[in-house]
């Protein structure tokens, strides 16, 4: 979980998409098919968004009906406020909302028949099924109902992920290119102590330098595909913003890098893991119909292609 509690205290999005115009609050496709859950839900309506993160569904129902009443809920250790200040547009939103982190959705801390709605983006298919689903049943009121955006194996989303572990797994242990930059910070930190280099040791501290630049070309041109070549770029700007502060560099702040990177791996191979192929989704579905009264489970389908899968279930 410290790679979500890592991602969710030192990023400032709302949801898992730092690097999209995602970052303040769903738009486009996905706002779009909200509203049109919540234009059938009256004012003062009960509602649990799970697995929440920083709270972007969450504010997304908040701004678009401000009577709602709002729980958000994660199994990470979350605190939207500290990140987001007044000058943010999901400010006002973040503070009408009641946030809880450290639970998980297979344990709900709340009373029976508590929410008419308790809704998930990208989140209930990490929880273990069974367990979620009867705590689900269990918090939400008669003809409650639980509406869910889940990863699909077939997603676009889930295709890009893949091709952003092969660039990861590559830049993390395949190349060097880390061991390199660490051993790059090294030189530098050690310089930054003496008042006036040798020519021999800022000789050595440029020919590091170009090696490093060198593997950072050598490393970009094994990446051939388009989305391969766009997780690259998005890595490589922070790598490359630190050997470019030869001055400030030092092994603490290639190490934090690295950590990052892993944590961002394992984010996204569990996003993959947890993402339901055709196989899982029809076993869920006949889980569903055992203590469901109503059961409705399709894809979504955008202009891009297959974007997740859409649970819907009515108690």
């Avoid at 709302?14 to 303040?24: D, I, K, P, R, T």
């Avoid at 908040?62 to 809920?73: D, E, G, R, V």
């Avoid at 934090?256 to 869920?284: G, H, N, P």
Wanted: hydrophobic share 40%; aromatic share 10%; net charge negative.
């Amino acid at each position: 979980m410290q790679h979500w509690n890592s991602y969710w205290n030192n990023t400032k999005t709302l949801n898992s998409f730092a690097e999209s115009y995602h970052q303040q609050g769903y738009s486009g496709d996905i706002a779009l098919f909200w509203h049109d859950i919540f234009e059938s839900f009256a004012n003062n309506t009960a509602i649990l968004d799970i697995a929440t993160g920083n709270g972007g569904l969450a504010v997304l129902a908040q701004q678009y009906n401000t009577s709602y009443k709002l729980i958000a809920t994660d199994a990470a250790d979350i605190n939207p406020l500290a990140l987001f200040g007044v000058l943010d547009d999901c400010y006002n939103a973040l503070q009408q909302i009641q946030f809880i982190g450290n639970m998980p959705t297979e344990h709900l801390a709340f009373s029976d028949g508590s929410f008419d709605l308790v809704i998930s983006q990208f989140g209930f298919e990490y929880a273990p099924l069974t367990t979620a689903l009867e705590q689900i049943h269990r918090v939400l009121k008669y003809n409650g109902q639980f509406i869910a955006l889940v990863h699909s194996s077939r997603s676009f989303i889930t295709q890009d992920c893949i091709a952003g572990i092969t660039v990861l797994h590559q830049l993390l242990y395949e190349n060097g290119l880390i061991e390199q930059l660490s051993l790059y910070a090294h030189i530098c930190q050690s310089l930054s102590n003496i008042k006036e280099p040798t020519t021999h040791q800022l000789q050595q501290l440029t020919e590091h330098n170009k090696a490093l630049l060198e593997t950072f070309k050598q490393t970009q041109l094994r990446f051939t595909e388009e989305n391969q070549q766009d997780w690259f770029n998005l890595i490589a700007k922070d790598l490359v913003e630190l050997i470019m502060q030869s001055q400030s560099l030092t092994v603490a702040k290639v190490e934090r890098i690295k950590q990052d990177l892993q944590y961002f791996l394992q984010r996204i191979k569990e996003q993959i893991a947890s993402a339901w192929t055709e196989q899982q989704a029809e076993k869920v579905k006949e889980l569903c119909l055992l203590n469901w009264n109503k059961v409705s489970l399709q894809p979504l389908q955008i202009q891009e292609g297959i974007l997740c899968w859409i649970l819907r279930l009515e108690k």
